[in-house]
T-cell receptor, first 116, second 117 residues
Framework: EAQVTQNPRYLITVTGKKLTVTCSQNMNHEYMSWYRQDPGLGLRQIYYSMNVEVTDKGDVPEGYKVSRKEKRNFPLILESPSPNQTSLYFC???????????????FGEGSRLTVL | DQQVKQNSPSLSVQEGRISILNCDYTNSMFDYFLWYKKYPAEGPTFLISISSIKDKNEDGRFTVFLNKSAKHLSLHIVPSQPGDSAVYFCAASVVMNYGGSQGNLIFGKGTKLSVKP
């Protein structure tokens, strides 16, 4: 089954404790992206990757890092989490950035992160 | 500055009636507009899209209308069903060149639709 898988789905952590949210897709997609969803703010892009070893900042990259060492994985790293990073995070992938406009951006089920 | 705006946080409609969700945008370079639907505890899923060269696109009960001069689009759901109750996100894309944020989606804040039986 074609899917985007995120882990963990739920996490409660404390300020400053490094964490990684993993994202994996099995569709051989070139494009991958991370979004966060916050009440009243909708979905905002954190980072995206056009292909292996190619990443770029989205609209809200502060406090986050990503890597794209292989095509299927795109982990989101919070080196020193803070309470304002409490949010619902979504990973998404697409065959290529050109496929996005056709609606072919597929989202994972989300990871709810709470930073105390 | 918000480039894609959904000014109604919520909408309540009776089953069988029409639901109209609105979206405004500011960037005239957007060339595709999309609607995504999101249920609780799930990721957003694509619903329908429209190219900027069209003014209407229809898919079953869902129709999206685009008014470029007003920089406004709307999603019509007819007839509305209880299963349509979800958060609907309007999104816009510029697919022109590689680099920068080209090809990425910019989302509105979402409108929560409740369809009552």
């Amino acid at each position: 089954e074609a899917q985007v898988t995120q882990n963990p789905r739920y996490l409660i952590t404390v300020t400053g404790k490094k964490l990684t949210v993993t994202c994996s897709q099995n569709m051989n997609h070139e494009y991958m992206s991370w979004y966060r969803q916050d009440p009243g703010l909708g979905l905002r892009q954190i980072y995206y990757s056009m292909n292996v070893e190619v990443t770029d900042k989205g609209d809200v990259p502060e406090g986050y890092k990503v890597s794209r060492k292989e095509k299927r994985n795109f982990p989101l790293i919070l080196e020193s989490p803070s309470p304002n990073q409490t949010s619902l995070y979504f990973c998404a992938s697409s065959l290529s950035y050109r496929s996005i406009a056709a609606g072919e951006l597929f989202f994972g089920e989300g990871s709810r992160l709470t930073v105390l | 500055d918000q480039q894609v705006k959904q000014n109604s946080p919520s909408l309540s409609v009776q089953e069988g009636r029409i639901s109209i969700l609105n979206c405004d945008y500011t960037n005239s370079m957007f060339d595709y507009f999309l609607w995504y639907k999101k249920y609780p505890a799930e990721g957003p899923t694509f619903l329908i899209s429209i190219s900027s060269i069209k003014d209407k696109n229809e898919d079953g009960r869902f129709t999206v209308f685009l008014n470029k001069s007003a920089k406004h689009l709307s999603l019509h759901i007819v007839p509305s069903q209880p299963g349509d109750s979800a958060v609907y996100f309007c999104a816009a894309s510029v697919v022109m060149n590689y680099g920068g944020s080209q090809g990425n989606l910019i989302f509105g804040k979402g409108t929560k639709l409740s369809v009552k039986p």
